[in-house]
T-cell receptor
Framework: EAEVAQSPRYKITEKSQAVAFWCDPI?????LYWYRQILGQGPELLVQ????????DSQLPKDRFSAERLKGVDSTLKIQPAELGDSAMYLC??????????????FGPGTRLTVT | SQQGEEDPQALSIQEGENATMNCSYK?????LQWYRQNSGRGLVHLIL?????REKHSGRLRVTLDTSKKSSSLLITASRAADTASYFC????????????FGSGTQLTVLP
């Protein structure tokens, strides 16, 4: 069964360092999402892509976060510089849905980030 | 911001019992989805119910939706230890921002 791949699974970094996460969605899925999940809370959307275009990045802290999905396939989320408050699980998800409908989303295993 | 709020925050039951979790939301929706998350893992989609549906079943899962009360419930029948997980509702709100907004989740523990 096809799955969303994410790497690394765990990342420990020091405050003010740069960190990057990678996501490979299920083949053929047009829409890709990056979420941040703080322990004990639900995921919160950071950025949404349709193919290679950003659909929604209104909740992405753009002073330190950036995301790209070159060629509309895999995606990278970067944080520079990392802050203590960025410690969280970063989840990537993909779906077949294009604009006009939000259906089932398929999630990767996540990257657990710890900033020290 | 979180549109959906689950209740209770935590639930502990014995294997074989039924588990009911509730979700309340604030704005009109196109659909509502339930997801499960095992500890430290990604989320798994369980069921999607559209705004014009009132009840939906999938195996041991039963979801109801009451749009007049802006609430939904997830019932897991004949629970198993493997059902131990966090359960989240997620809403696709009506309007231009087509995105899922997740609640804070119910932590279900099924004791063997």
């Amino acid at each position: 069964e096809a799955e969303v791949a994410q790497s690394p699974r765990y990342k420990i970094t020091e405050k003010s360092q740069a960190v990057a996460f990678w996501c490979d969605p299920i083949s053929g899925h047009a829409t890709l999402y990056w979420y941040r999940q703080i322990l004990g809370q639900g995921p919160e959307l950071l950025v949404q892509f349709q193919d290679e275009s950003v659909v929604d990045d209104s909740q992405l802290p753009k002073d330190r976060f950036s995301a790209e999905r070159l060629k509309g396939v895999d995606s990278t989320l970067k944080i520079q510089p990392a802050e203590l408050g960025d410690s969280a699980m970063y989840l990537c998800a993909s779906s077949l849905a294009r604009t006009g409908g939000i259906g089932e989303q398929y999630f990767g295993p996540g990257t657990r980030l710890t900033v020290t | 911001s979180q549109q959906g709020e689950e209740d209770p925050q935590a639930l502990s039951i014995q294997e074989g019992e039924n588990a009911t979790m509730n979700c309340s939301y604030k704005t009109s929706i196109n659909n509502l989805q339930w997801y499960r998350q095992n500890s430290g893992r990604g989320l798994v989609h369980l069921i999607l119910i559209r705004s014009n549906e009132r009840e939906k079943h999938s195996g041991r899962l039963r979801v109801t939706l009451d749009t007049s009360k802006k609430s939904s419930s997830l019932l897991i029948t004949a629970s198993r230890a493997a059902d131990t997980a966090s359960y989240f509702c997620a809403t696709d709100a009506s309007g231009s921002a087509r995105q899922l907004t997740f609640g804070s989740g119910t932590q279900l523990t099924v004791l063997p």
